[in-house]
């Protein structure tokens, strides 16, 4: 029997907000089923039913025919439901293969079978086509090693449905081709594969049918995507025409001495001769698949990492980063990170500190007591230049959507009033009228004289965004292109850059 999944007329209320209105949608196997729509469109409440973490208000749901309510995530497993969350759900301190099994651990006379585990731990991993060591400590590994464990705990449960929300958000080329080529084996088998994504590429490519979720309501319900173009699609999400940015050529004056030069610089982690120059108001990309070096490079020039040869020249004039501090307050250097709930925010705290916590000198009043009044000025003048939406100053970090978390992130660095921001990973799970939003911020930042190294593993991202585009590969930099801003010409040439070095 082939899987299904019959979603009809569910509906789901939380205090003042109706998340869902009568949602449909129809999921069968050897399918792969987009859920598409902007960021509380009501999206991860429908996976939530669906997976037994909330109850459904009214509706129905069926599993293989059979009617279902779950009452916890549990119960949704033994339906033969898996879901791969963008929020990863590992933990730290367990080891890979601890992680990959944790749902349902082999047992043998009512203890784990070690060697029964190793072996379904090692074959989801192969299946998906990589190499983790099955001992080491999850919280050793990086985000996207993190993401392909998730990943390989949904397959070693044999699910006949699962859910993907936002695979791809931390891994990149290789890794997602060979994603890809597991969902194909996947749907060839009869799985039934929900797979939400912002990244409309890569939804095109790998996708069948689609559903499009608008303020809680199917505004389309399980079509044939190819019936529809992308324009059309994003206009279902936004519910109005967004008109598409044109990618223009920005003229950078490069007569001009450069902010910041790299020259011959090798670090500690390995990169080894790096060469690199940022001129006023550039958009200067750093591309590259996961373990190129990219992160490290830039945290290195920040001084958390260590330099071991070379030069780090700012305005012509060679300089000693020592430390996270010294970039800051001595060279005006800010870094936004791709982590922004662990390194970036303070998301207990209200949006006001948050901006504000670089300049803390600067509003303090007597006995070292910070200055509520300027706080807040500070606050609103940020909050009102890049457009965050809150309800007020005092509204928790951890109660925005993810884009304006990233514009909190940014505009912190803005008070400082930095003359170079790292903004590493900016649109990672948002969606599409937020990252192109972003992405216009950025240029205007750029346009008003500040110099920006932004890193992204997206090339779409990437192409629409940077001036130039530096290539990287195993820590070392194996391009340095000038965009001319063709997605197809520039896709080729960043991968001839990678594929040759």
């Not at 907000?17 to 949602?23: D, G, H, K, T």
């Not at 490079?297 to 020249?313: D, E, F, W, Y």
């Not at 340095?480 to 801003?485: A, F, T, V």
Request: glycine fraction near 6%; aromatic fraction near 4%.
């Amino acid at each position: 029997m082939s899987a299904e999944l019959l979603i009809k007329k569910v509906s789901k209320e939380f205090p003042g907000v109706l998340a869902l209105n009568e949602v449909n949608l129809t999921l069968t196997g050897g399918t792969v089923h987009a859920l598409l729509g902007e960021n509380g469109a009501g999206k991860s409440t429908l996976i939530k039913i669906i997976t037994g973490v909330y109850v459904a208000d009214s509706g129905s749901m069926k599993v293989n025919g059979q009617e279902k309510s779950f009452n916890n995530p549990i119960e949704s497993t033994e339906a033969g439901i898996a879901v791969v969350h963008q929020e990863r759900n590992l933990i730290p301190e367990f080891s890979v293969e601890e992680n990959i099994t944790l749902h349902n651990p082999p047992l043998k006379f009512g203890i784990i079978d070690r060697a029964e585990r190793t072996r379904l731990a090692k074959q989801a991993l192969q299946t998906l086509g990589f190499e983790i060591d099955l001992n080491e400590r999850v919280k050793n590994l990086s985000v996207a090693q993190m993401q392909l464990v998730e990943i390989a705990k949904a397959l070693v449960t044999n699910a006949k449905i699962i859910l993907l929300d936002e695979p791809t958000a931390s891994i990149t080329g290789s890794e997602t081709k060979k994603l890809f080529d597991v969902v194909r084996k996947l749907k060839d088998q009869g799985t039934a594969v929900l797979f939400v994504s912002h990244k409309l590429e890569e939804v095109y490519e790998i996708c069948d049918t689609v559903t499009v979720l608008r303020d809680g309501v199917s505004v389309l319900e399980s079509k044939s995507l190819s019936e529809f173009k992308q324009g059309e699609i994003v206009d279902l999400m936004v519910g109005r025409h967004l008109a598409e940015r044109k990618n223009v050529i920005r003229k950078i004056d490069r007569s001009k001495k450069p902010v910041i030069e790299l020259k011959n610089l090798s670090t500690a982690l390995g990169h080894r001769n790096i060469n690199l120059s940022l001129y006023p108001g550039e958009v200067l990309g750093m591309y590259g698949l996961v373990g190129a070096g990219r992160s490290e490079l830039a945290r290195s020039i920040l001084g958390l990492h260590a330099v071991t040869n070379g030069q780090i020249l700012l305005n012509g004039d060679e300089v000693k980063i020592k430390n996270f501090r010294d970039a800051l307050h001595k060279f005006r250097i800010g870094y936004v990170t791709e982590n922004r709930k662990e390194e970036g925010l303070f998301l207990d705290f209200p949006v006001r500190k948050n901006i504000s916590v670089t300049i803390l000198s600067k509003i303090l009043q007597k006995l070292s007591v910070i200055n509520p009044k300027k706080e807040d000025e500070v606050a609103s003048k940020y909050v009102d230049r890049l457009g965050i939406k809150v309800v007020d100053n005092n509204q928790l970090a951890l109660t925005l959507s993810g884009g304006n978390q990233q514009k909190v992130s940014v505009s912190k660095w803005l008070a400082a009033e930095t003359k170079i921001l790292v903004i590493d990973e900016p649109t990672v799970g948002v969606d599409v009228r937020t990252k192109a939003s972003f992405h216009e911020l950025i240029t205007l930042l750029a346009d008003e004289g500040l110099s920006i190294i932004l890193i992204s593993s997206d090339l779409a991202e990437m192409v629409a965004v940077a001036d130039r585009i530096l290539v990287m590969r195993r820590y070392e930099l194996v391009g340095d292109l000038d965009n001319s801003k063709d997605y197809q010409s520039m896709s080729r040439s960043i991968m001839n850059s990678i594929q040759s070095s």
